[in-house]
């Protein structure tokens, strides 16, 4: 049973930065992509970053591109997103996310496993 675990997020002023952790267990992820997506208050779910688990090409949206930074620990089996000068429009609950799949997908349907989320907070 594939289970990821999410943490690191917390309140934040603008301009400052976090990193998000993902641990990954229960398969070998090496045919996986792992990706990051958000969900702020009384919007849908939207892609932010993501990366081949054996090869590491990645992939960001463009809202976040040049500030944040996604990257993965074989031995620890956890993906990570680096998150600079964060704005009070990154504040969402970030979920990572795992698929057996092809290429460098950004929609959340093509994403089988979900962990439970962590709440990022970026005041102004």
């Known amino acids: 049973q594939v289970q990821l675990v999410e943490s690191g997020g917390g309140l934040v002023q603008a301009g400052g930065s976090l990193r998000l952790s993902c641990a990954a267990s229960?398969?070998?992820?090496?045919?996986?992509?792992m990706g990051w997506f958000r969900q702020a208050p009384g919007k849908e779910r939207e892609f932010v970053a993501t990366i081949r688990w054996s090869i590491g090409t990645t992939r960001y949206a463009d809202s976040v591109k040049g500030r944040f930074t996604i990257s993965r620990d074989n031995a620890k089996n956890t993906v990570y997103l680096q998150m600079n000068s964060l704005k009070p429009e990154d504040t969402a609950v970030y979920y990572c996310?795992?698929?057996?799949?092809?290429?460098?997908?950004?929609?959340?349907?093509?994403?089988?496993?979900w962990g439970q989320g962590t709440q990022v907070t970026v005041s102004s």
């Open positions: 996310a795992t698929d057996l799949t092809t290429g460098l997908p950004t929609l959340a349907n093509q994403y089988d496993y």
């Open positions: 229960g398969r070998t992820f090496s045919g996986y992509v």
